[in-house]
């Protein structure tokens, strides 16, 4: 149930729709100072705002569309601007890379990479503002919790249809708590002057990917796949994007330092990581009672499997081959 702010005329407007601009207004503002601070261009910058806002909402609703056809009426009535619906987030993840990619491809700009380090450390500051909607709808939230009674483990939600007052997990200020730390960490990365280009970027899908695998897992509304129906479509993507930075870092650390067998022990122990990962999460759908073991173990996982990347990463550093 969404809580209505304010009317204005015949016009209701909702706090979480509130807020949600709010997230869009501080990564547009962040963007723009970091973009504008580095690389000085506002062509670009002015450019791809508008551009990654409009196929932002139309790629967002798309997804959320496909996901859940049974909440529209058809396509053409989904897809018509602010309509009735959700809004996917990786929709808008998918519209801002686009965005950067059209904007170089029309000679906007000569650096991606560039563009697309402000665009992740921004869209972190953007996603710890927008998942506190939530606080004002039933919105990403976890199973019920009988131990905790108050934040920030639990946020109560109405019930629709017995109208009783429920205490489940609250994941949504999990999810901005960690947007927040990571973009607080970015930003000091961001601003140190011996940095590759798309490092800010590849490091916020390797760390970020890795929190949406176990933090989407806890979601009762979470987004899956038609074929199936019971994967979820963040968890996979999720899994891809800390795959990417993974196989990344790998090639940039084989060409800076040279092959060692020893790296192939370090691909090895990270893909054992994330086949345990995988394995705790098949573990706790069918064990829900034991969710606490299984998300720490998955969690403890994932953990070193960032670990890992990021020393790969700085093994990679090396600018010149060793012998």
Request: hydrophobic share 55%.
């Amino acid at each position: 149930m969404e809580k209505i702010a304010f009317f204005a005329g015949e016009t209701v407007y909702y706090w979480s729709a509130i807020v949600l601009t709010l997230a869009a207004l501080t990564a547009v503002c962040f963007f723009l100072s970091l973009y504008l601070g580095k690389e000085g261009n506002a062509v670009a910058a002015f450019g791809v705002i508008p551009l990654a806002l409009a196929l932002s909402l139309v790629l967002a609703r798309l997804v959320h569309w496909y996901c859940r056809a049974d909440s529209y009426d058809g396509f053409s009535e989904a897809m018509v601007p602010f309509s009735p619906g959700g809004y996917a987030l990786l929709g808008v993840f998918a519209g801002c890379i686009l965005a950067a990619a059209l904007t170089r491809l029309l000679h906007f700009h000569d650096n991606l990479p560039r563009m697309l380090d402000c665009m992740a450390v921004a869209g972190c500051a953007g996603i710890a503002v927008g998942r506190l909607a939530s606080f004002f709808n039933a919105s990403d939230r976890g199973q019920i919790v009988q131990s905790a009674k108050s934040l920030p483990w639990v946020y109560p939600v109405t019930n629709a249809v017995s109208g009783a007052t429920e205490y489940r997990l609250a994941t949504f200020l999990f999810q901005a708590m960690v947007a927040l730390v990571l973009f607080i960490a970015l930003l000091v990365f961001f601003s140190r002057k011996k940095r590759r280009d798309g490092d800010a970027a590849l490091i916020f899908l390797l760390i970020y990917g890795a929190s949406q695998i176990v933090l989407d897992s806890t979601r009762y509304d979470k987004l899956f796949f038609r074929s199936n129906g019971f994967v979820s479509i963040v968890q996979v993507l999720g899994a891809v994007a800390l795959v990417l930075a993974i196989v990344i870092f790998s090639v940039r650390m084989v060409k800076a330092r040279g092959f060692r067998f020893w790296y192939v022990l370090l691909w090895l122990a990270m893909a054992a990581l994330l086949g345990g990962a995988g394995f705790m999460e098949y573990y706790v759908q069918r064990h829900g009672d034991l969710a606490v073991f299984s998300y720490s173990v998955m969690s403890v996982c994932l953990i070193f499997i960032v670990a890992l990347a990021l020393l790969t990463r700085a093994l990679g550093e090396t600018t010149q081959r060793k012998a």
